[in-house]
């Protein structure tokens, strides 16, 4: 019978620990496909910003398995701790308080060391042992087997899922109670082989020095048979053949995490019954050999202990674990870590001058209407320093420069002679530089190629003379050749203007000359002017340093 057990036990285990390897990682409880049907409502809200509490998810049913030592706290010494096994399921009410329900079969011994004469009370020891009430009475050893199962239902309280400075924990505490019933039976081994009562007398009169000396002798003596059934109260109600008692429950365990589905368990259970009859006896004695008359019944109750360790399978898919193993402060915490549903303010820069740059970064109050660059300084397209939002003259050629307060240039003469020198010197008095006359240049921010829009507005202004003078070229200069790095951008911006005047203005490709890399000029400067009259050059040039081009 025993090894049928162990198999049995073993055979589980193993359905335990392949079913636990078998499953799924567990999921976020963020996930819909985790939260019931009868709460999507309010996960709904909570995803929407409307309620402020997330539902709480579906959560996996644990089944376990158990075994270890029993023993019960009687009339009568408990002999060495017997076995027992248990099954459960649990299921989770909150993170905090789940039930469980358990069955224990249970199986305890008893043998004492002392002997007793209260026996005579007993109306099942009382005729076997001293039958003629004229003789004196005998010494009995007491002992006895008892068999019990119990069904209870146990409110379990996780003591520290609640964690304030980790995440989670692999070890589980918690405290337990409830209530169960109880079946029990009890036999005494009051006869020999022969069907003849024990005859403790011999035990009795050696006097051994020690326990350990009587309790060898008895064991020597008694053949374990246990085939006289023990007292029971007539009044106490049965279940089948064996009389049945409600009980308290409570203890304390631990489960230790091996994977996400399985755990150990080591828990120590403890058992009130409302009876004293477990260990099959009920009366007390304060008796010598001499005088074996003062007998009482006692008054206390009967109680076991099951110390047990078991394994413990979490069950269910789509699911996060058992909600005692999971901390409800991960969420709110992960949360104010890096949020994913917290509904954020917009933050509110300052900008007191209005120009749309915050005050961090303005390097200018501007007056309030004028356009400014990306530091929040004030346009000023020919750079004659009166800003664009003043300037009446927005493009005044720098031979009429100074101005005065409202931009406006004042030329040596009215008419094109007075040009004429300057215009030799670039190249020739009737050529495309005359034709189209000063053309803008155009301003990059450090180390970008970007056209900003005031760059382009400008280029815009370019492509339309260059549609009224389509015989006419144009020259488009960059500067700076002292690294590689220098080379490449001036090239980079070059390449960036010319391909804005195609792209954008329709200008054909074959109307630029390409140069690159200039002396004498502003790093961050791409000049533009008409081409002189003969003057010829590539208008494509490939990158001198392909692989510090830049797009930005």
Known sequence: ???????????????????????????????????????????????????????????????????????????????????????????????????????????????????????????????????????AVPVVFYNYKTSISELGLHGVFTLNNIRFHKSKTGINFYGFGGIGGVVYNTKYNALNASGQPYDYSSIASANYSNRKDTKKALKNLLDGSWETQAETDP?????????????????AGMQIKLTTKLNLAIEDKFTSVKTDLLDGQQWQENFSFTNP?????????????????????????????????????????????????MIMPKPILPDADGDGVTDQFDQEQTPQGCP????????????????????????????????????????????????????????????????????????????????SKDAQSLLATVGSRMRN???????????????????????????????????????????????YGQDGGDCNTVDLRGAAQGEEGPNTVPAPHPNLRKTK
């Open 1 to 135: 019978m025993a090894s049928k057990k162990y198999t049995l036990l073993a055979g589980l285990c193993c359905l335990l620990m392949s079913s636990a390897f078998s499953q799924t990682q567990i999921r976020s409880y963020e996930d819909s496909s985790v939260i019931p049907t009868k709460r999507m409502p309010q996960h709904t809200e909570f995803l929407n910003g409307t309620y402020n509490f997330p539902a709480k998810p579906r959560d996996q049913w644990e089944v376990g398995i158990k075994g270890g030592m029993s023993s019960v706290s009687g009339d009568v010494r408990s002999w060495l701790p017997t076995g027992g096994l248990g099954l459960h399921v649990r299921k989770s009410l909150g993170y905090i308080f789940s039930l469980r329900l358990e069955y224990d079969w249970l199986t305890a011994k008893g043998l004492n060391f002392a002997g007793s004469q209260g026996y005579v009370r007993n109306p099942v020891l009382q005729p076997i042992y001293a039958p003629n009430p004229n003789v």
């Open 235 to 251: 009044l106490q109600p049965k279940l089948g053949s064996h009389p049945f008692k409600p009980a308290l429950v409570f203890g």
């Open 293 to 341: 008359s003062g007998v009482a019944q006692s008054r206390d109750y009967d109680s076991y202990n099951f110390l047990s360790v078991g394994l413990n399978l979490n069950l269910g898919s789509k699911s996060v674990e058992p909600l005692w193993w999971v901390n409800p402060l991960d969420y709110a915490y992960s949360e104010i870590r890096k949020p994913k549903l």
């Open 372 to 451: 400014v660059d990306t530091h929040g300084v004030s346009l000023d397209t020919d750079g004659d320093g009166v800003p664009d939002c003043k300037d009446k003259e927005k493009i005044t050629p720098t031979i009429c420069q100074p101005v005065d307060a409202d931009g406006v240039g004042k030329c040596p003469c009215p008419d094109s002679s007075c040009f004429t020198p300057y215009m030799n010197r670039m190249g020739g008095g009737n050529d495309c530089s005359t034709k189209l006359g000063a053309l803008p240049s155009c301003t990059f921010t450090a180390k970008s190629v970007t056209l």
């Open 469 to 515: 003078n389509p015989e006419c070229k144009v020259v488009v200069i960059g500067y700076c050749n002292s690294t590689k790095q220098e080379q490449q951008l001036s090239w980079d911006r070059v390449n960036a203007v010319i391909n804005y005047l195609v792209e954008k203005e329709g200008i054909s490709a074959d109307r630029f000359i390409f140069q």
